[in-house]
């Protein structure tokens, strides 16, 4: 329609008739409604719709990239680490030491290659929904011990004291021990990562009998409140310019949060610039499955 103005506008016309006593049609009853409003409110809506259409394009495309490049990625590297491996280990004896040095420093950056894309892989898993816990009873407390000396190298190389208190009564819990694995060797590297003097502690606690808790509690560099907001989230580290001389690609804690909020867990930090930081995790002592039937795909026995 057009107004006075000779502006043309969007209107809705519903027409009815208007009947006398003995229902013969006498008349019609028109009524305009000029719907810009409503017109415009849909219009925001449908780009609304589609910026969020494009954005979970993106985000799909996003994780599949991650995934072609890391099986890609993945076949060649495991060729070079197995083939170095035999290299070495047939030629032990013939090379001279720099020789085997060269070759150990082609399985040891390998190795670290390989943690990397296993890492961007489980990310990509993880943020598509597609990861399954593997569940069985084990003992918590033998694993952590387990976990613990097999970091203990990387400690004693800093001079750094990585101690162990467990304090528990019932030591059996229902869970993924190589993702409890995961999370624990995440934080404990990071303890130790970012400490230079001082010591790491790993303390386990029961909360009460559905709930166990471990915290990693170092004497570290620490990180500042702004820091404290972003450090879950996928690439970030604190304060860039620092961690730069650490390696590390910033995916670690986005990990270590999705695979716990999967398990019904949680973690919290607390830390203090200069004087240290304490991770706590509060697990279930038995992982349950959700009722729901979308997340009860992601489990698998
Ligand atoms: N124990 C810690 N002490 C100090 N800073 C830490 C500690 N753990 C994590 N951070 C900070 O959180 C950031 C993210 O950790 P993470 O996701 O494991 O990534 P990455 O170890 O690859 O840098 C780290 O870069 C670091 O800045
Ligand atoms: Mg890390």
Redesign the pocket.
Known sequence: MQNHQKILFDCEISASTIKDNKGNCIGIRWLLRDITARKQAENKIRCVEMQNFKLQEAAQLKSQIVTVLSHELRTPLNAILGFSDILLRLNKNQFNSQSVKMVETIIRNGKQLLKLINNMLDFAKLEEGEFSLNLQYFNITELIRLIVDDLRFFANQKNINLDVNINIQNVKVFNDPIRIQQILT??I???I???ETGSVLIELQELDEDKIIII?K?T????SQI?LNH??QAF????QT??RC?????????I?KDLLDLMGGNITVE?QLGE??T?RVELPREVKLVNNQENQKNFHF
């Open positions: 995440n934080l590297s990071n303890a990562k970012f400490t990693v170092d570290g560099i620490g990180i820091d450090i879950f970030r580290q604190a304060n620092k961690s650490y390696q590390g690609t910033g995916l670690g804690l986005t270590v830390s240290g930081s991770f």
